[in-house]
């Protein structure tokens, strides 16, 4: 209703008040909240809502009038006669290779979602919705969902969170990684990552103005007798390096754990893919191993959903206060939402039926890529896990090609350059020194995967041969 434009009047200042009316009225327009054609308040009904004299709105509608803003109708009113035209569309570019589009998406890091029963989980989202709205959220996670994820790492990771632990809920890695930046680390602390390693946990660190230093790893994963001793924290892969697919071994996994015992430091450990192991019996955790130095991060959105939007922190009951404190100051915590739904979709064994499921559809998903791979005579790097292999290119320029040429084919790659720390700063990062494909093969349906795979071994023949792929 135009009876409710935002006109304030100053009666002490030194414009009348019929000037302050018309520079009102010119405002609304020009910001588009008064557009062409629109009708104004009668002069009568303004100067009862301003409280002032019809004489002032007249003079205002005067001057406008003058100017052009405005026009009388006989027996109608008075209508605005013209407004700046509305701001052109924004065109942004999407600078997201793995945004989705035409073609088919290759891109690592994804979840297989046609392995999921929708009945059951439409299921979960009808019993989650049925719950009564929130009044207050708990900072900590809804307790059934914290009791849930427990009963979950308990039967699918071996360890046994909430005896000398705390499990608090988490809006994902990302998001707990930039939480305990902020809860236990000071700007210009260091922490060590891998190298190539996750970009956005990288992010979280950088945006809490936390220094990044990278850290070489090989075929086994983290090469712990690099880790720099002015680190405060130590962030790492092990179940399944990203984005190289390397286990890191037990040896190492103690190493670890006595560097940071020996330096009075923690290590989180990102669980990537740390569900997917369907060759052997995965490793034990390094929070199962020293709970009093680890702080292990889980996410459902590789293993259901990104659209639940939530994860979990385990550590020391010292880190979670520091946590939770974090969460009290700045009034933040992950929505109640995707936890009820994820305890509603966990509480008929939904959760361990799809993730048995899970491990049912990769395994045949990885033997047509690496298949596809090998009879061309390309290289497979990676365990019989997770949900990616590596593809090696010798260099930058071999890896650009193949992304390129793949893309000019409807099938968007992934090239590790990326995933190097130098990718994102500057210091004390060293150039790129993997290049190749990281080519993920949960995300995309049966269907779309039978026909991008070879389309995408094509590619990569093409380049590391140098000659055009049969």
């Known amino acids: 209703m135009l009876d409710e434009l935002p006109l304030a009047l100053d009666r002490d200042a030194p414009e009348p008040l019929s000037v302050q009316v018309a520079d009102g009225l010119r405002a609304a327009a020009t910001s588009g909240l008064l557009r062409a054609s629109d009708r104004l308040p009668s002069s009568r009904a303004l100067a009862q809502r301003l409280g002032v004299s019809r004489t002032v709105i007249a003079a205002a509608y005067d001057q406008l009038h003058a100017e052009g803003w405005i026009a009388g109708k006989r027996g109608s009113g008075t209508y605005l006669t013209t407004a700046p035209a509305a701001a052109p569309a924004q065109h942004h570019v999407i600078v997201n290779p793995h945004a989705e589009g035409p073609g088919y998406d290759l891109a690592p ?21 049925d719950q009564p709205p929130v009044v207050r959220k708990d900072r900590a996670g809804e307790p059934e969902y914290r009791a849930a994820v427990a009963e979950h790492l308990l ?26 930046a902020a809860a236990l680390l000071r700007p210009g602390d260091a922490v060590a990552m891998e190298d190539p390693g996750y970009q956005r946990a990288a992010g979280a660190f950088l945006a809490a103005g936390i220094r990044v230093l990278p850290v070489p790893v090989d075929a086994e994963g983290l090469r712990v007798e690099n880790l720099p001793r002015e680190v405060k924290a130590v962030y790492c892969t092990p179940a399944h390096q990203f984005p190289l697919g390397a286990l890191l071994p037990a040896a190492r996994r103690v190493q670890l754990v006595e560097f940071a015992r020996q330096a009075g430091i923690f290590v989180i450990e990102d669980d990537y893919d740390g569900e997917l192991r ?19 991060l889980g996410t459902t959105s590789k293993i259901l959903s990104p659209a639940l939007g939530v994860g979990w922190l385990v550590a020391a009951p010292w880190v ?16 109640p939402a995707g936890q009820r739904v994820l ?5 008929h064994g939904d959760l361990a039926r799809h993730l048995r499921r899970l491990r049912r559809a990769l395994p045949p998903r990885r033997e047509l890529v690496v298949t596809e791979l090998r009879r061309r005579g390309l290289t ?3 365990d019989d896990a997770g949900s990616h292999v590596v593809v090696p290119l010798p260099t930058a320029e071999a890896e650009q090609r193949a992304v390129d040429t793949a893309a ?3 099938v968007v790659l992934d090239g590790l350059s990326r995933h190097h720390l130098s990718s994102q700063q500057d210091t004390r990062s060293t150039p790129p020194s993997s290049f190749g494909i990281a080519l993920g093969y949960a995300a995309p349906g049966s269907r779309d995967l039978h026909a991008a795979v070879p389309i995408a071994a094509e590619c990569l023949a093409e380049v590391a041969c140098g000659d055009p792929a049969p």
């Open 109 to 129: 890091g994804a979840p297989c979602v046609e392995a999921l029963d929708r009945t059951a989980w439409r299921r979960a989202w009808r019993a989650a919705s």
């Open 320 to 335: 979670a206060a520091a946590v939770l404190a974090h969460r009290d100051r700045t009034g933040t915590s992950p929505s």
């Open 278 to 296: 369907y060759d052997t019996a995965p490793l034990p955790l390094l929070a199962a191993m020293a709970p009093d130095v680890i702080v292990h």
């Open 380 to 382: 497979v790097l990676g």
């Open 155 to 180: 039967r699918h990771r071996g360890l046994s969170a909430g005896s000398d632990t705390v499990v608090l809920a988490t809006a994902g890695t990302s998001s707990a990684v930039g939480e305990l």
């Open 408 to 410: 000019a084919r409807g």
């Open 343 to 347: 305890v509603e979709f966990a509480a």
